[in-house]
Every structure is written in structure tokens, then in C-alpha cells.
């Protein structure tokens, strides 16, 4: 989500931030459910918004959502997901772990239901939730890269001029279960990690790393900006915790 505008007065901090496992505190929060991620109805779109690589689910299907865990009673709606990667496999995640870089990061971006758009949620406490998971390159052969990754990267080639889009299997998101089932999370409160910065998201960070090959991180560097220049590098500098709580939910 690209946002433009003023970023207001300031609540609680930026992100991303690095996740020290050292000091979080451990809480347990009712279960954690997303439903409609990565069903095979309705279609799917990816496209090149000058900054990244956007995907969104549409046409004929429900909703995809995320409640319960740390989002009280409320419901969030998938709005996209977004991806960062930087110019080497070494860094390209936006938060980190341990001070640990991973390759790139996907980030699926949920407006809570009870604002019914996503520009009412920008100024709002609970406005977002925004589900992290890393992902990590490893040198393997192509036939051994990520197949449910590869309903992705395998049509990256149409969309590395700016504004292009392109259709893409429904399911493209499945990919993100196998994070969702390790056993527990981080999270904390936080910020859009683009302008304006908005201090609107309740951050969910899977730790579990997805594997993917090197040559898919690298198709995401052949993705043009406005000006026709490759994105080497698109992800945001860790923040100041400035005294914020992270958890561990177990």
C-alpha cells in the first residue's frame, strides 16, 4: 500500500524494528485465524506499482480475513500483499530477527472491517494488521525451486514495466501456510513501512523463514520503477523501538 499524505503526530514508534528474542515477553492470546488466504476461487492479480510487486485477490470469492490472536474481537480484510527484497540475498527483509537479515520479506496488508475502507483505517489505534514472513534464497537447482512460490515469480517477466499487471492462479498465496504453522508468532505495535508512515498496524511476524531458490529472489530485481530503472532495493532501514513491548504468542 503506497500512501501519500502527511504522517500526523506520532503514538508509539516505526517500523520495522529488529525482534530481539532476549527481551520479548511471552503471552498467549486465543487462536490466530485466517481464512481465505490461499482458496482456489475468485482470481488473482499481480502488479508492478513502481515500488514493488502488489498482489490482490479478487473477482468470485470471499473475502480473506484474519481475527482473534492479538486483534481482540475485531476482523481485518486482506487488502494486498506486498513484497521487499534488497540488491543481495544477504539483506532485503524489513524487520530482523536476532539482527539477522533475511532475503526478502512479503507483507499482507489487512484493513479492520469495522472502518469499511482502507483510508479510515490510516489515523486509527487498530486500523491495520500486517502479517510478516521472511523469506530466504538457497542456491538449488530450478526444478527444486518452491513450487506454490513459483505461482508468483513464474510470471514475474510480464509485469517489470511500471503499472503493468497480470493474472495469476488463485491460490498464488498458499505458499504463506506453511509460515502459519509454526507454532507461535511475534508482535507488536507499529507503523506502514512507506510514506507517510502511519502508526496504524498491529505487526504479526511469523518466524518461520520460507525457502525459496535464488534465481526467484533475483526475478523480483528485474522489476522497473517509473523511471524505467531496475528496484535493487526496497526495503525500509530497522527502527527505534522507543520502549515498545514485543511479544512472543504461543
Known amino acids: 500500500m503506497e500512501c501519500a499524505g502527511d504522517s500526523g503526530g506520532r503514538k508509539w514508534g516505526q517500523s520495522p524494528i529488529d525482534i530481539d528474542e532476549r527481551n520479548l515477553i511471552k503471552i498467549k492470546f486465543p487462536a490466530l485465524i485466517m ?77 479492520n472491517k469495522r472502518y469499511e475502507t482502507i483510508e479510515r483505517c490510516w489515523h486509527e489505534n487498530d486500523g491495520l494488521a500486517i502479517c510478516s514472513y521472511f523469506l530466504q534464497a538457497y542456491q538449488v537447482p530450478t526444478w527444486d525451486e518452491h513450487p506454490s512460490f513459483s505461482k508468483i515469480t513464474d510470471d514475474l517477466y510480464k509485469i517489470t514495466q511500471y503499472n503493468s499487471y497480470t493474472k495469476i492462479p488463485a491460490n498464488c498465496l498458499s505458499w504463506m501456510r506453511q509460515a502459519c504453522q509454526t507454532p507461535g508468532y511475534y508482535s507488536y505495535l507499529g507503523s506502514l513501512t512507506t510514506f507517510p508512515h502511519y502508526e496504524c498496524a498491529t505487526w504479526i511476524v511469523f518466524p518461520e523463514p520460507v525457502r525459496i531458490s535464488e534465481n526467484q529472489a533475483d526475478l523480483f530485481r528485474m522489476i522497473r520503477n517509473k523511471e524505467g530503472r531496475c528496484i535493487k532495493d526496497n526495503c525500509r532501514d530497522v527502527q527505534k523501538l522507543n520502549g515498545r513491548m514485543v511479544y512472543y504468542v504461543n
Not at 38 to 56: C, H, L, Q, Y
Open 35 to 111: 481464512s481465505g488466504h490461499w482458496n482456489n476461487d475468485g482470481e488473482a492479480k499481480m502488479r508492478n506499482i513502481g515500488t514493488t510487486v502488489r498482489v490482490t485477490l479478487e473477482g468470485n470469492r470471499s473475502p480473506a480475513t484474519i481475527q482473534g490472536g492479538p486483534l481482540a474481537t475485531d476482523i481485518y480484510e486482506l487488502s494486498e500483499v506486498v513484497f521487499r527484497w534488497g540488491s543481495s540475498n544477504c539483506k532485503g527483509a524489513e524487520h530482523t530477527l536476532n539482527g539477522t537479515w533475511f532475503t526478502m520479506e512479503a507483507q499482507a496488508i489487512h484493513f
